[in-house]
């Protein structure tokens, strides 16, 4: 249990320490040509009332997703009305606009639903860039929708966007003192279609998501029983167990005294990292799948917990208190403790490093002026960039597969007895894009899939 108190103390308990000396480091702001977009108005074909309905929520939902991407995109709220934008395509009144990327459609009765047609071109080249027909039911408008966005964004810029992305969380939803209870949720990467995934009436703690999406880890406080000179006593135990989506089914793959947790995937899906403590203090490991072989990858009289590891493996960060408070390191993981640095000099202690999907970039929190805030700094330990100030206390930050936006939870108190923490999107620059969840009990531990 000793151990276990330590976990939590490393990386949540707010400690009376001294106030470092820290330079005032503004929040980033990036300046950017963009790109004016326009999605208009559908044009439409003997639609009925509630598929006229589903048509105008399609397009609402194609623009919205748009929105995300605002420091790319100038979306223009601007449309034909309907006046044959999709069979008659005016470019040249699109370019007299100033309009860079143009989407029409065309949409018709179906059944069960509609039938959608999109068009986008590139204005300036006046090529047709995606033209692409779907079947649309109200059961599956929203997942359609991210879909058709997602297809225009490729045709635009060249890369996948987070439109098809969902996000996992924990949250205690229902619950609070000391029955409160955290289970896990996924919902789209936009806020909507939230959906419950356990039901251990227990806490869940950090969620980490398969490469394929497939599955997802997460740590779980269980109970054990031990028994001893013919007595049975119960142990608290935070137990590492694997969720899969397509099955729905359970599996544990670690039950060793002590922590098993903080775990993530290699790139291949071949390896976990995890924290393991079974042998005293907290320490990195790095085990096979299936197999369950495991190797030390730090081995040191520290704490050493929560990893993160680039795609090609060559790097990890991690938190430990080797300093005397909770900083961020990086390490070759090839060999325990090779290349040890600490990259990390802001705030009294900080938490939950993440790579950014292109290895470069690590976003953390760092508990300065009363209160966690977000910082990104360089893989190597240089150009620190404050992402947040005077918006509550924000932790538990992770990266979109893009390496576009940043998913957080940011506490807010609201008065000396209530405070509410919620998941939150910003861009990698530091930009609040909007708040992804509402009265839904305090979240937590929010990751992109992949």
Not at 50 to 58: A, F, G, P, R, T
Not at 94 to 107: D, L, N, Q, R
Not at 185 to 194: C, E, K, P, Q
Not at 433 to 450: R, V
Request: with cysteine.
């Amino acid at each position: 249990m000793k151990l276990i108190l330590i976990m939590f103390i490393l990386l949540f308990q707010v400690n009376a320490f001294a106030q470092m000396a820290v330079a005032e480091i503004a929040v980033g702001e990036a300046s950017v040509d963009k790109d004016k977009f326009v999605i208009d108005d559908a044009e439409m074909e003997s639609l009925g009332g509630d598929q006229k309905s589903l048509s105008n929520e399609l397009i609402d939902i194609l623009r919205n997703d748009f929105v995300f991407y605002k420091h790319k995109f100038n979306n223009v709220d601007y449309s034909d009305k309907g006046q044959a934008s999709y069979s008659k395509p005016n470019l040249t009144k699109w370019k007299e606009s100033g309009i860079t990327y143009f989407v029409a459609s065309h949409i018709s009765s179906s059944s069960g639903g509609i039938k959608a047609t999109f068009k986008a071109w590139s204005v300036l080249t006046g090529k047709e860039i995606f033209t692409q027909t779907f079947k649309i039911q109200r059961n599956n408008i929203r997942h359609m929708g991210h879909q058709i966005a997602d297809g225009i964004y490729r045709a635009v810029s060249g890369k996948t966007s987070i439109f098809n992305s969902k996000i996992v969380f924990v949250s205690d939803r229902g619950t609070h003192g000391k029955g409160t209870v955290k289970e896990l949720y996924i919902m789209d990467f936009d806020g909507n279609r939230v959906e419950k995934l356990t039901h251990f009436n227990s806490v869940v703690l950090s969620p980490s998501v398969a490469p394929d999406n497939s599955k997802i880890m997460f740590s779980v406080i269980a109970s054990h029983k031990e028994v001893s000179r013919n007595k049975v006593r119960i142990i608290k135990n935070i137990d590492l167990k694997m969720y899969d989506l397509k099955n729905k089914s359970f599996s544990t793959i670690s039950d060793k005294p002590g922590i098993n947790s903080g775990a993530i995937f290699s790139s291949s899906g071949d390896l976990i990292y995890l924290t393991l403590s079974f042998k005293g203090n907290a320490d990195i490991y790095e085990m096979q799948v299936g197999s369950g072989k495991m190797r030390n990858v730090t081995s040191h009289y520290a704490d050493d917990v929560d990893p993160s590891i680039t795609q090609d493996g060559s790097l990890m960060t991690f938190l430990s208190n080797r300093a005397g408070r909770a900083h961020i390191y990086t390490m070759d993981p090839s060999h325990p403790d090779k290349g040890v640095k600490r990259i990390s000099f802001v705030g009294q202690f900080n938490s939950a490093p993440r790579f950014s999907p292109d290895g470069k970039d690590i976003v953390f929190s760092s508990w300065i002026d009363s209160g966690f805030d977000l910082y990104r700094i360089a893989a190597d330990g240089n150009n620190l960039v404050r992402l947040t100030k005077d918006f509550g206390s924000n932790e538990e930050a992770s990266y979109s597969l893009d390496g576009e936006f940043i998913v957080f939870t940011s506490k807010r108190v609201l008065s000396r007895t209530k405070a509410v923490q919620d998941i939150y999107i910003m861009n990698r620059d530091g930009e609040i894009l909007g708040q992804l969840t509402q009265d839904f009990g305090s979240c937590y531990s929010a990751k992109f899939t992949n």
